[in-house]
């Protein structure tokens, strides 16, 4: 027995969130069949799918729109939020007078902060600029504190034998935040789509959007709630990708397995 066990036990990860969902949708299309519930009020699994479908035309390009604004807002979360951590680590001064801006940003509402956007910038940079802010505050604070959780003894050794700062960088500060910053990346990804959507929100709300979450407020305009809830389907699996995406490459990368399942 122990050895069936221990056979099937890694699909059990998988197969149980599966099967899970499945169950639930099931559920959800039989509620509403039985209770013969309208669709402008809540439509069934099928007929979602079958919107997703119909309407591909409109809601893929919608799709593409928002994902390639998360994308580059997660990049340039990344590189400002590694470099920025990097110069905290090197002048506690410049943390000290900068670290406490960039929480401000975080603790402020996004949606409070779209409209001002939306009149200093066309939509799509307001937009980016949105999932960008949202994104950034996760990659800095992480990578800057697996900048300071380097090995007091290590650090010694290395000013002992006289290493240059990029050989410090490379080989031990580098390797030491690795974790940490791979764990703020995570955070980062899903946060980017968030600040998408909810800036594109506000830019269709403004009747300047383009993205997936104008469809969604378009759709709720017109009382088309198939179409709402087929683009909610599509953001959702969107989220779902790109953790899945984060978290192997994650996995992936030579080192830092151990560390991934310890964070």
């Given amino acids: 027995m122990n050895g069936r066990t221990s056979r099937f036990s890694p699909a059990l990860p998988l197969l149980t969130p599966l099967l899970t969902g499945l169950a639930a949708l099931a559920l959800w299309e039989l509620a509403v069949r039985w209770g013969a519930i309208p669709p402008y009020i809540l439509p069934g699994p099928v007929q979602v799918l079958q919107t997703l479908w119909s309407d591909r035309a409109i809601l893929l390009p919608a799709l593409g729109v ?5 994308l580059e807002a997660l990049a340039l979360a990344v590189a400002g939020g590694a470099s920025l951590a990097l110069l905290f680590s090197r002048s506690r ?20 902060i779209a409209p001002l956007l939306l009149v200093w910038l066309e939509p799509g940079s307001a937009v980016l600029v949105c999932a960008f802010l949202v ?5 800095l604070s992480n990578t800057a504190a697996g900048l300071q959780a380097i090995d007091p003894g290590l650090d010694e050794l290395f000013r002992l034998y006289g290493a240059s700062r990029w050989q410090r960088l490379v080989r031990l500060e580098a390797p030491t935040a ?19 959507i909810v800036a594109e929100i506000a830019a269709g709300a403004a009747g300047q959007g383009s993205g997936l979450a104008w469809r969604i407020v378009e759709a709720g305009y017109r009382l088309n709630i198939p179409r709402m809830f087929a ?14 995406g984060l978290s192997l490459l ?4 030579p080192g830092q397995r151990v560390a991934a399942r310890q964070m």
């Avoid at 690795?178 to 998408?196: D, E, M, S, Y």
């Fill in 66 to 70: 928002t994902l390639w604004t998360t």
């Fill in 93 to 112: 001064l410049l943390s000290a007078a900068l670290y406490p801006f960039a929480v401000v940003l975080q603790v402020t509402p996004v949606i409070a």
């Fill in 135 to 139: 994104a950034f505050f996760p990659v």
């Fill in 178 to 196: 690795a974790p940490h910053f791979l764990a703020g990346l995570r955070i980062a990804g899903g946060l980017a789509l968030i600040g998408a």
């Fill in 231 to 244: 683009a909610l389907l599509l953001i959702s699996v969107s989220g779902v990708l790109i953790h899945a």
């Fill in 250 to 253: 994650t996995r992936l990368l």
